[in-house]
């Protein structure tokens, strides 16, 4: 045998087994694309088309990133929620304020003066991002004069605080 002939069995093989490899990886991609789109049909009653979005070969990990952000965790759902509207209004993302105001009132309970507050501290956010950005607040100036501002205000605090002696 050739040394050409050789290297092109050679090659063939290598070829074949890694179309082999990656019909396996394919089929388990499948798979886990198969089982989250069912928890999304059962979760939702439908498959969402912002997760029918994502290509396929990553919606099954974009479900699981989403069941781990927005699902049990320290911070209460309602909470998460209306963090999520403050966020989406400042963005702006229509989807995304309608989707997160929807949540929170409809299946979490917030009250409109909540979302209110929300979205107001949001813009109160904005606003000031916009005065120190615009007029080139120092940074490090910045954290110091603020750590220096809770300081004042923890010790008045404790002042205020009747003795329990």
Not at 37 to 45: D, L, P
């Amino acid at each position: 045998m050739r040394m050409w002939q050789l290297l092109f069995l050679i090659f063939t093989f290598i070829i074949v087994c890694n179309e082999a490899k990656a019909g396996d990886e394919e089929e388990r991609k499948t798979e886990s694309v198969v089982q989250a789109e069912a928890e999304m049909k059962k979760t939702f009653g439908t498959l969402p088309s912002w997760m029918m979005a994502y290509p396929e070969n990553a919606r099954a990990a974009a479900w699981e990133w989403s069941k781990a952000i927005e699902g049990p965790g320290v911070i209460p759902p309602k909470y998460q929620q209306l963090i999520a509207l403050a966020v989406s209004s400042q963005i702006p993302c229509e989807y995304c304020t309608f989707v997160h105001r929807e949540f929170a009132k409809e299946f979490f309970g917030a009250s409109e003066a909540e979302v209110s507050e929300a979205v107001a501290l949001a813009a109160n956010t904005r606003h000031w991002s916009t005065i120190l950005y615009g007029n080139g607040i120092e940074k490090e100036g910045f954290r110091s004069e603020i750590r220096n501002i809770i300081a004042h205000m923890k010790a008045q605090a404790q002042e205020s605080e009747p003795d329990t002696e």
